[in-house]
């Protein structure tokens, strides 16, 4: 086997590998028209067969605190309740940040049941993981 060989069996290995989005999410229910974006843009990744997470930190873990999301509706979106409902259906992770929540005071058990809590070694890891990062 040369050098082309191996490049190529390379290359067909990482085209069969799974891709990867990782969005983050800083913005909270004080901004809530910018809580939307990631949920329509990961559960449209899944609908295309792509892997996506969404990792909550700062104020963005403020949209996971039980009921509020079902309390947000921009326009004519539905409430955030129901979008990020159909985003965890579709197989979207969430994941909310362990030292936000301690930032901000924010009991674990505050937060909706389909969060994972998760500190800063595992956003570093989905990045590094990740074929691509968004942040809202």
């Known amino acids: 086997m040369n ?4 490049d190529r ?3 067909e290995e990482s085209n069969k590998k799974a891709k990867r989005i990782l969005y983050i999410q800083t913005s909270g229910v004080d ?5 939307y974006a990631p949920f329509i843009l990961a ?4 609908a295309m067969g792509v892997e996506a997470s969404i990792f909550f930190m700062i ?3 403020t949209a996971l605190k039980q009921g509020v999301a079902e309390g947000i509706k921009i326009g004519n979106f539905p409430a955030l309740k129901e979008v ?4 965890v259906k579709a197989g ?11 930032l901000l005071n924010m009991p674990r058990t505050d937060l909706v049941s389909y969060a994972t809590v998760a500190g800063a070694a595992t956003v570093n890891d989905l990045v590094l993981d990740a074929d691509a990062t968004l942040c809202f």
């Open 3 to 6: 050098s082309k060989d191996l």
């Open 9 to 11: 069996n390379n290359l």
């Open 31 to 35: 901004t809530p028209e910018r809580l």
């Open 43 to 46: 559960m449209t990744a899944r």
């Open 59 to 61: 104020k963005g873990i």
């Open 84 to 87: 990020m409902d159909q985003a």
């Open 92 to 102: 979207v992770k969430l994941y909310a940040c362990a030292q936000s929540c301690e």
